[in-house]
């Protein structure tokens, strides 16, 4: 996990990197083998012959780090730790709201905002809470 960036992009950015909470490194890397195991079992159903199925902790993070690398290929920017909120995808963290001190909103692409509208999400919004000035919907 650490190798594959993600304990570095995951925490406080006022802490140290920390771990997800779960084994998600494990996770990632038995279900590539699964799915890996699964496409040998139907190159053996079309030729006869199996494959040889390699899966690593390290390669399945990396393949989950999203833009990670090519943000940093294509222009040296390093992701860093920034809590519980993507930058720039907005809303998408947990909130504050009338009825819950909690509340977890993800809205990060333009047909989920459509399903729930500004001023719905509003509705439940602490009347102090306002979205990060990153925004997509401003």
Known sequence: EAMGGLRYTTGDPSLPPSRAGISIGDSLAATHACLGAMMALHQVH???????????????????????????????????????????????????????PNASFSLALPTNVELLTVAELWKFMMPAQKFASTCILS
Not at 49 to 60: L, T
Not at 62 to 72: F, I, P
Not at 78 to 96: H, Q
């Open 46 to 100: 079309l030729t006869g012959r199996g494959q040889v199925i390699d899966a690593s902790i390290f390669e399945s993070v990396l393949n989950m780090m999203e833009n990670v690398v090519t943000d940093y290929d294509a222009g040296g920017n390093i992701r860093e730790r920034t809590g519980s909120f993507l930058p720039k995808i907005a809303p998408s963290n947990v909130y504050p709201t009338k009825e819950a």
